[in-house]
């Protein structure tokens, strides 16, 4: 059985930084996982996302600012994200697929979603 736990959401004033973490269970290195995000009456989108040869791709209102970075050792998935804005404000959700299925919000398993606030 497939559990995502995303965690390290919270408040944070513009500018600052936050990393967040998804803790995977019942995956292993060979399953692509990612990132979307997702703001009340809005579509779920991606932000990020690695596939199983750790080639990365970032949506454009993120690249330089966000970083994401995956321990295959710990099973976890990090995104630390930096200089955030007011327009980052969203739950954040940690994805998980045996295939790559890119920034479109096609993927098998999904986590609970970890809220991010970031004030201006």
């Known amino acids: 059985q497939v559990q995502l736990v995303e965690s390290g959401g919270g408040s944070v004033q513009a500018g600052g930084s936050l990393r967040l973490s998804c803790k995977a269970s019942?995956?292993?290195?060979?399953?692509?996982m990612a990132w979307f995000r997702e703001v009340p009456g809005q579509d779920r989108k991606g932000v990020a996302g690695?596939?199983?040869?750790?080639?990365?791709t970032y949506a454009d209102s993120v690249k330089g600012r966000f970083t994401l970075s995956r321990d295959n050792a710990q099973n976890t998935l990090y995104l630390t994200m930096n200089t955030l804005k007011p327009d980052d404000n969203a739950w954040y959700y940690c994805?998980?697929?045996?295939?790559?299925?890119?920034?479109?919000?096609?993927?098998?398993?999904w986590g609970l979603g970890t809220q991010v606030t970031v004030s201006s």
């Open positions: 994805a998980a697929d045996l295939y790559y299925r890119g920034l479109a919000p096609s993927w098998q398993y």
């Open positions: 019942g995956i292993d290195s060979s399953y692509s």
């Open positions: 690695i596939n199983s040869l750790g080639t990365i």
